[in-house]
């Protein structure tokens, strides 16, 4: 008797639970790529942006004027959107003449950190689950192949004489939903750590970023303080 050994058939001939365990790994690893995919794109536009950003930051240009061009620029990155949260905040604190030099800069140091907080979970959305589908595939899959296993020599109680020819079926499904976990685990390994490592590069950025704008921001304070005394002096 000729055994279908064929991987369609292994799957659609496996048990029910071995075959929900591969409709479960298959599921994981579609979502996965989808994930990947977009982070793909989400990096490395965010690095772009980024690239563009300091370039126009670091030209030598009046900050109000980026400011401007930033608020108006639909498709900024995340340090524009720092910059923009710590400028907004600047120019609105500054409005006051009473308002504290300390309090100033504290303040719009606080709505950067917020702004680069919020990027930074905007940026490691989805990578929490490739991180899940990385470390638990295998023993998911490690499941099914124990399951599958488990029915096949459960299977030889009723016979008399088993052969190879009997128990390799059951064997090669149950193994089916290894392979698939491995199928999905690996992808989503390799990913979430090279992901990982752009996305500490990019926050390391923006943090570098941050404290250099926020040392700019406390040199304009200091020095609207010094004319406002040095104004007071003279009246």
């Known amino acids: ?33 989808i994930f990947i995919v977009q982070k793909h794109f989400i990096l490395n536009r965010a690095i772009s942006r ?7 930051f670091w030209s030598g240009g009046n900050l109000r004027e980026l400011y401007v061009k930033v608020k108006e620029d639909n498709s900024k990155g995340g340090m524009a ?21 300390d309090r100033l800069f504290e303040s719009t140091q606080r709505q950067m950190r917020i702004g680069l907080s919020r990027e930074i979970d905007a940026l490691e ?9 990385g470390s638990t595939s295998p023993y998911v899959g490690l499941f099914g192949t124990v399951w599958g296993i488990m029915n096949s020599f459960r299977a030889l109680g009723d016979v008399q004489q088993a052969t190879l020819s009997m128990v390799a079926p059951g064997i090669a499904e149950a ?4 392979a698939m976990g491995l199928f ?3 992808p989503a390994v390799i990913a ?17 970023f941050l404290e250099e704008f926020s040392t700019l921001i406390q040199r304009q304070i200091q020095a609207s303080s010094a004319q406002a005394d040095n104004t007071n002096h003279v009246d």
């Open 125 to 133: 959305t989805n990578l929490n689950f490739l991180a899940t589908v």
């Open 1 to 33: 008797m000729q055994t279908n050994m064929s991987i369609i058939s292994l799957i659609t001939e496996a048990s029910v639970v071995v075959q929900l365990v591969m409709a479960l790994l298959f599921l994981a690893s579609f979502i996965s790529w």
């Open 50 to 56: 980024a690239d563009k950003f300091e370039d126009a």
């Open 192 to 208: 979430y750590n090279r992901f990982s490592g752009k996305l500490d590069r990019l926050i390391n950025r923006y943090g570098t």
């Open 175 to 178: 193994l089916v939903a290894t």
């Open 81 to 101: 959107r720092i910059f923009e949260a710590g400028f907004k905040e600047y120019l609105r604190q500054s409005k006051n003449p009473k308002t504290n030099p």
């Open 184 to 186: 999905a685990a690996i």
